[in-house]
């Protein structure tokens, strides 16, 4: 054997596993690449396809809700002179305070295309009827889709957009007949597209770069490249999850958003229980109130529920006024309030404050109406780490409170 046949042996022994190595990292970072891809493409549908099925029934949920509350308002109303233009106006006021963003905004039409409501002031009091884009009068399309479903029905249409150009919409209309008017919310059809494109571009460019690093370094040594495929991996699995968690945060806040109670403009208790169990994944310690009002039903029987619905409105803007943004109220049910105070630590002060609140009087058409109240506490983490055992616990505390007397608060001492 020559020096030049040594010399290609020792190429050849050194080459072949370098090649087999290389060869092996191809393959398994083409297969991993492919796979990759098929299940992220694959997630992506599912994730897509939910999503917007949610951000469906959120726009309904936003239209179902403003629907009750402009029916309360023409209730309240419908008997004095100019119901519907004094409804009107208070429907302006109160969908101004709604907290959606732009993407989410509720408009209001008449039959014939007056702008009732909308998030551009501009267009207020203005005629939309022939308003065009691509050819179709989508304001006419809305308002005769919805007079055709009473129950309501998603339409899809070239809607304008605050932020720029009109954009495809799909929104939910739904008529209210007493005034004449069509209640709609939509959905950019672009919004969520976009945003899992440029996610899925962001993952490739990174998958990308990983990949060159890991052939880079599989030349050298099939240990540091079988570690840095493990360590791939794993970084891939955490961005995934990531990911992941990102969609179900946003599935979540939608879910959340504007579930009050119809009478007092408090949250309902779906809405209550849903922010509590946020609560306890923080593991934040805080305190649940069980409030029930003394006397409250004895003015539902004596002067009727009128009467009735004013006095919890006005328990309502007192106990709001008192608590802070970090804190939550809601009606439970009849005259129960359920109150989830965050800074446990001054919580005595907060519950005398609520007691002297609660007994001021209340003075509706020139007479004055007293109740009280029973409150009932339990602490979380200190008396259960279940929502639904806190809440039983200081019903049972509100019970103790009534039979020593009412006007008073009493601890749960399970």
């Given at each position: 054997?020559?020096?030049?046949?040594?010399?290609?042996?020792?190429?050849?022994?050194?080459?072949?596993?370098?090649?087999?190595?290389?060869?092996?990292?191809?393959?398994?970072?083409?297969?991993?690449?492919?796979?990759?891809?098929?299940?992220?493409?694959?997630?992506?549908?599912?994730?897509?396809?939910?999503?917007?099925?949610?951000?469906?029934?959120?726009?309904?949920?936003?239209?179902?809700?403003?629907?009750?509350?402009?029916?309360?308002?023409?209730?309240?109303?419908e008997?004095?002179?100019?119901?519907?233009?004094?409804?009107?106006?208070?429907?302006?006021?109160?969908?101004?305070?709604?907290?959606?963003?732009?993407?989410?905004?509720?408009?209001?039409?008449?039959?014939?295309?007056?702008?009732?409501?909308?998030?551009?002031?501009?267009?207020?009091n203005?005629?939309?009827?022939?308003?065009?884009?691509?050819?179709?009068?989508?304001?006419?399309?809305?308002?005769?889709?919805?007079?055709?479903?009473?129950?309501g029905?998603?339409?899809?249409?070239?809607?304008?957009?605050?932020?720029?150009?009109?954009?495809?919409?799909?929104?939910?209309?739904?008529?209210?007949?007493?005034?004449?008017?069509?209640?709609?919310?939509?959905?950019?059809?672009?919004?969520?597209?976009?945003?899992?494109?440029?996610?899925?571009?962001?993952?490739?460019?990174?998958?990308?770069m990983?990949?060159?690093?890991?052939?880079?370094?599989?030349?050298?040594?099939?240990?540091?490249?079988?570690?840095?495929?493990?360590?791939?991996?794993?970084?891939l699995?955490?961005?995934?999850?990531?990911?992941?968690?990102?969609?179900?945060?946003?599935?979540?806040?939608?879910?959340?958003?504007?579930?009050?109670?119809?009478?007092?403009?408090?949250?309902?208790?779906?809405?209550?229980?849903?922010?509590?169990?946020?609560?306890?994944y923080?593991?934040?310690?805080?305190?649940?109130?069980?409030?029930?009002?003394?006397?409250?039903?004895?003015?539902?029987?004596?002067?009727?529920?009128?009467?009735?619905?004013?006095?919890?409105?006005?328990?309502?803007?007192?106990?709001?006024?008192?608590?802070?943004?970090?804190?939550?109220?809601?009606?439970?049910?009849g005259?129960?309030?359920?109150?989830?105070?965050?800074?446990?630590?001054?919580?005595?002060?907060?519950?005398?404050?609520?007691?002297?609140?609660?007994?001021?009087?209340?003075?509706?058409?020139?007479?004055?109406y007293?109740?009280?109240?029973?409150?009932?506490?339990?602490?979380?983490?200190?008396?259960?780490?279940?929502?639904?055992?806190?809440?039983?616990?200081?019903?049972?505390?509100?019970?103790e409170?009534?039979?020593?007397?009412?006007d008073?608060?009493?601890?749960?001492?399970?």
């Amino acid at each position: 054997m020559n020096i030049n046949s040594s010399k290609n042996i020792t190429k050849f022994i050194i080459t072949l596993p370098i090649l087999g190595i290389l060869i092996t990292s191809i393959i398994i970072i083409l297969t991993i690449i492919f796979t990759i891809n098929e299940d992220f493409n694959t997630e992506k549908e599912k994730i897509t396809q939910h999503f917007m099925r949610n951000l469906k029934n959120t726009t309904k949920q936003r239209v179902e809700l403003t629907y009750e509350i402009i029916d309360a308002l023409y209730k309240d109303n419908e008997h004095s002179k100019n119901a519907k233009q004094k409804t009107i106006k208070i429907i302006q006021k109160v969908l101004d305070k709604m907290r959606w963003n732009k993407k989410g905004y509720i408009f209001v039409f008449d039959y014939y295309g007056n702008v009732i409501y909308h998030i551009n002031k501009n267009f207020i009091n203005t005629n939309r009827w022939n308003i065009k884009r691509n050819g179709t009068k989508v304001v006419q399309k809305i308002i005769k889709t919805a007079l055709k479903n009473p129950n309501g029905a998603y339409v899809e249409y070239l809607a304008y957009n605050p932020e720029g150009k009109p954009l495809d919409k799909v929104s939910f209309v739904k008529i209210y007949k007493p005034l004449n008017i069509v209640i709609g919310n939509g959905v950019y059809l672009d919004y969520l597209d976009t945003k899992l494109i440029q996610k899925q571009k962001e993952q490739t460019k990174l998958l990308y770069m990983i990949i060159i690093k890991l052939i880079l370094i599989s030349l050298s040594i099939s240990i540091i490249m079988m570690l840095i495929m493990y360590l791939f991996s794993r970084g891939l699995k955490n961005m995934v999850n990531r990911y992941n968690q990102d969609l179900i945060q946003e599935r979540r806040k939608l879910f959340l958003k504007a579930n009050f109670d119809n009478l007092t403009g408090v949250h309902n208790r779906t809405h209550f229980l849903l922010e509590v169990n946020s609560y306890i994944y923080s593991s934040k310690k805080f305190a649940i109130l069980f409030l029930d009002l003394d006397g409250f039903k004895n003015i539902n029987d004596t002067v009727g529920h009128n009467i009735g619905d004013e006095v919890l409105k006005t328990i309502a803007q007192r106990l709001k006024k008192i608590i802070t943004d970090n804190d939550i109220i809601s009606r439970f049910g009849g005259d129960e309030f359920l109150i989830l105070i965050n800074n446990h630590n001054n919580i005595e002060d907060i519950l005398d404050k609520i007691l002297s609140e609660i007994k001021k009087p209340i003075i509706i058409d020139n007479k004055e109406y007293k109740v009280s109240a029973s409150i009932g506490v339990s602490i979380y983490p200190d008396n259960s780490t279940d929502i639904n055992e806190l809440i039983k616990q200081a019903d049972i505390a509100m019970y103790e409170a009534k039979k020593s007397g009412k006007d008073k608060y009493i601890f749960y001492k399970g």
